[in-house]
């Protein structure tokens, strides 16, 4: 198949059996590639009811038919599993340079299957595919493992790394890539820790045929040259994504001390501009990028260097914390990423944490001594640790905030923020109804990244409660996890204004196969239904309680900021939930109906 | 005494299909934006010859302010 690699391969852990299969034509054309194969196998493959560290879960690594090839930032790829965190669908995005020496190796998807008795590392060069020991890298951190296997093989090599987090299998580990890209959400590193797997070392010199050569170059210099004139591209290349840290205070959406306001007083502090003037020294990008927005920092204070902060952990990592020191922000996510601990789901679990203990809930006989207030930088440090072991009160925290606070009751279930278990990235949602829903119907939990919707509430009214919102957040959950289906990265899409239809005419030109926006959008909900309905099988009694948000954007309006004393109303809530069923073709409790599973050409495949 | 701002490829959508305007100096770009019906807590980032500015800045002659909303999220 043009733009495809061509190969599934398959690695059972358990027996240590290795083998490739063709990748299958109609599950190519009905799900297209990563995130889409991702659902495809997760929900034909895992046996209803499999534990999610046992050996009957499956990661499944998948690149997509953009993957690798010449367009802007075709370097996203998708690790899909069930989720040790939510018990539902997992599906975590990774930048860098893996997910081309996947398709180079002739492959789509790498499936690892089983559980392997001893530590072990993947070991892929072409058609050299071994499982390797790898009981000496046991116990380090993801950097100083990286750094090991480019010494050994070589640059050309791309490496996906477990840290002590996922080795613990803590449900929120993430796996980590060229020195600071993750797939971070949903514990899919966990998974990896569970499977014995420390690495999975990849290159590859193969060619990816494409349909018409000619075309596919002009469409791809054509969406280049698009990138280069774009207006705001030397803005977004200076600040990438904390262009967004004075704007999200500004409009009260910056998570500020577990979620109780969205606007931080200690917030500019941490703004784009101050960051990089104070410690980033240069811009790092993916595979593919004419638009790198990874910065690469220094911190003199703590003598370190990292890749970041990223937006979600200023927010999680600094203002959610009560943490308005750059620099600290930048030492904690080092901590996190060496760790192999996901700085969304940390920052929530600690910021939740915090609160416990400035209410008086926890002392520090519960803490390990520590003082666990709003703004303590080495106490944040600490429970990093403590968490990725599973050490003392870290063990507590580890479980993520619906658990913990389900075991430690008394009331601090009302600010354990999540959805379906899964802590809530970066956007205080207090006000702004359609980005609420957003992280509501997220498929993975309170995730922002399938529907950022914050810019339509505040183009049409925050608090409006009406039909054009939820299709909003429909056509965006449709629309823009396409392109982890397509392998790339949406942001030159959405932050520096190409014309779609550009991508059309490479992926035409790849492909063979002339597809629309409208064809891909029903691919997008083809995979949302699929991974609704694995939800449904997975859980008893799943239904519209699952889909409700954190109390504290319903009953606990903000003190200060741009959103003080401002709440969404619980019917305004129900309201949401009805029109979004409504118009998804779901039933009142929120499930597909067997016409829309039919209309989707599901019904076989969930039967 | 006319200057230009240049809006985000984005707000196209919210602004009939165009992201370029002439508009007059001698007004703050926080007043000039809400002349142009963009709403200014959709701006992320005003820019005027390289520099950042606030919303507050007095558009001066010839200025080509450029005002970066935000769209897309992470």
């Known amino acids: 198949m043009n733009g495809y690699g061509g190969k599934i391969l398959r690695v059972n852990l358990s027996t240590g059996k290795i083998a490739k299969e063709q990748t299958p034509v109609d599950v190519a054309r009905d799900f297209i590639g990563g995130r889409g194969f991702g659902a495809y196998y997760l929900y034909k493959e895992v046996p209803q009811g499999a534990d999610p560290l046992g050996p009957e879960n499956k990661l499944i690594i998948s690149s997509g038919p953009m993957s690798g090839l010449m367009v802007p930032g075709a370097g996203k790829c998708d690790f899909t599993t069930k989720s040790p965190l939510t018990g539902g669908y997992a599906s975590a995005s990774m930048g860098g340079h893996f997910t081309a020496e996947i398709k180079y190796a002739g492959l789509d998807s790498i499936i690892l299957e089983g559980i392997s008795s001893k530590p072990v590392y993947l070991f892929i060069d072409n058609d050299r595919v071994e499982l390797r020991d790898a009981?000496?890298?046991?116990?380090?951190?993801?950097?100083?493992?990286?750094?090991?296997?480019?010494?050994?093989?070589?640059?050309?090599?791309?490496?996906?790394?477990?840290?002590?987090?996922?080795?613990?299998?803590?449900?929120?580990?993430?796996?980590?890539?060229?020195?600071?890209?993750?797939?971070?959400?949903?514990?899919?590193?966990?998974?990896?820790?569970?499977?014995?797997?420390?690495?999975?070392?990849?290159?590859?010199?193969?060619?990816?045929?494409?349909?018409?050569?000619?075309?596919?170059?002009?469409?791809?210099?054509?969406?280049?040259?698009?990138?280069?004139?774009?207006?705001?591209?030397?803005?977004?290349?200076?600040?990438g994504t904390t262009v967004v840290t004075s704007?999200?205070?500004?409009?009260?959406?910056?998570?500020?001390?577990?979620?109780?306001?969205?606007?931080?007083?200690?917030?500019?502090?941490?703004?784009?501009?101050?960051?990089?003037?104070?410690?980033?020294?240069?811009?790092?990008?993916?595979?593919?990028?004419?638009?790198?927005?990874?910065?690469?920092?220094?911190?003199?204070?703590?003598?370190?260097?990292?890749?970041?902060?990223?937006?979600?952990?200023?927010?999680?990592?600094?203002?959610?914390?009560?943490?308005?020191?750059?620099?600290?922000?930048?030492?904690?996510?080092?901590?996190?990423?060496?760790?192999?601990?996901?700085?969304?789901?940390?920052?929530?679990?600690?910021?939740?944490?915090?609160?416990?203990?400035?209410?008086?809930?926890?002392?520090?006989?519960?803490?390990?001594?520590?003082?666990?207030?709003?703004?303590?930088?080495?106490?944040?440090?600490?429970?990093?640790?403590?968490?990725?072991?599973?050490?003392?009160?870290?063990?507590?925290?580890?479980?993520?905030?619906?658990?913990?606070?389900?075991?430690?009751?008394?009331?601090?279930?009302?600010?354990?923020?999540?959805?379906?278990?899964?802590?809530?990235?970066?956007?205080?949602?207090?006000?702004?109804?359609?980005?609420?829903?957003?992280?509501?119907?997220?498929?993975?939990?309170?995730?922002?990244?399938?529907?950022?919707?914050?810019?339509?509430?505040l183009q049409v009214g925050r608090d409006l409660v009406v039909p054009e919102k939820v299709a909003r957040v429909i056509w965006l959950q449709n629309f823009r996890p396409m392109f982890d289906v397509l392998g790339g990265c949406r942001l030159q899409w959405v932050e520096l204004g190409i014309d779609r239809n550009l991508y059309i005419a490479a992926l035409d030109a790849i492909t063979g196969i002339h597809r629309d926006w409208d064809d891909y959008e029903k691919v997008g909900d083809r995979i949302w239904n699929l991974t609704r309905m694995f939800w449904a099988r997975e859980n008893d009694g799943f239904s519209r309680s699952w889909d409700m948000p954190a109390p504290r954007f319903y009953e606990d309006a903000p003190e200060s900021g741009a959103t003080k004393g401002q709440i969404t109303k619980i019917e305004d809530v129900h309201r949401l939930l009805d029109m979004y069923y409504e118009q998804r073709g779901w039933s009142n409790d929120g499930l597909p109906t067997s016409e829309k599973l039919a209309e989707l050409n599901l019904s076989e495949l969930v039967a | 005494m006319t200057a230009t701002i240049k809006t985000s490829s984005g707000l196209k959508s919210y602004l009939d299909g165009k992201d370029e305007f002439e508009v007059e100096a001698g007004r703050s770009v926080l007043e000039t934006l809400i002349s142009l019906n963009i709403k200014p807590e959709l701006i992320a980032l005003v820019i005027v010859a390289g520099e950042q500015r606030s919303k507050d800045y007095v558009i001066q002659e010839k200025d080509v302010v450029k005002v970066m909303a935000i769209i897309g999220g992470g």
């Open chain 1, 135 to 239: 009981s000496e890298f046991w116990g380090q951190g993801t950097i100083a493992v990286e750094k090991q296997f480019k010494e050994k093989f070589g640059e050309e090599f791309q490496i996906a790394v477990i840290g002590p987090g996922g080795e613990n299998v803590v449900p929120y580990a993430c796996i980590n890539h060229d020195f600071g890209r993750q797939a971070g959400r949903g514990g899919v590193g966990a998974v990896m820790g569970a499977k014995k797997v420390k690495a999975i070392v990849i290159h590859g010199t193969k060619s990816i045929t494409v349909s018409d050569s000619q075309a596919y170059r002009n469409a791809g210099k054509a969406l280049f040259k698009a990138c280069k004139d774009a207006s705001f591209l030397e803005e977004w290349t200076r600040y």
């Open chain 1, 247 to 457: 704007w999200c205070d500004e409009v009260g959406a910056l998570p500020t001390r577990n979620f109780s306001a969205g606007s931080f007083e200690d917030g500019k502090n941490l703004y784009g501009p101050v960051m990089r003037e104070k410690i980033v020294i240069t811009d790092k990008g993916c595979f593919g990028c004419p638009s790198p927005c990874g910065k690469y920092s220094r911190s003199k204070k703590y003598g370190s260097y990292v890749e970041g902060p990223e937006y979600e952990t200023i927010g999680l990592l600094g203002s959610n914390l009560g943490i308005s020191d750059i620099e600290a922000v930048a030492q904690a996510n080092l901590l996190a990423d060496d760790a192999g601990i996901d700085t969304i789901s940390a920052g929530n679990a600690i910021g939740w944490a915090m609160e416990c203990y400035e209410k008086g809930i926890f002392t520090k006989d519960d803490t390990d001594g520590l003082e666990l207030k709003f703004g303590n930088i080495e106490a944040t440090f600490e429970l990093i640790g403590k968490i990725s072991r599973k050490e003392g009160f870290g063990a507590l925290l580890a479980e993520g905030v619906k658990k913990a606070s389900q075991k430690i009751g008394k009331g601090t279930e009302k600010f354990a923020i999540h959805v379906k278990g899964m802590e809530q990235s970066a956007y205080a949602t207090h006000n702004a109804t359609a980005m609420l829903l957003a992280y509501m119907t997220c498929d993975v939990g309170a995730h922002h990244n399938r529907s950022w919707a914050i810019t339509y509430d």
